[in-house]
């Protein structure tokens, strides 16, 4: 999805997926190390790595 020629609409998309995926780990073990590494992944997206920290910070 990151690499979409719709820079617009690629974002989103997975801004969309990790808040599901968030939901789906939150509060388990997994979801601390899950964070983490998607912040990681998407350091060079700006706008990702923001929107994962607004999903962490409401957990």
């Not at 388990?28 to 350091?43: P, R």
């Amino acid at each position: 999805m990151l690499t979409d020629p719709d820079q617009t609409m690629a974002p989103s998309a997975v801004l969309r997926h990790l808040g599901r995926r968030a939901a789906g780990l939150y509060p388990g073990f997994d979801y601390e190390e899950w964070a983490q590494s998607m912040a990681q992944t998407t350091i060079e997206r700006p706008y990702l790595t923001s929107a994962i920290a607004s999903i962490v910070a409401k957990t």
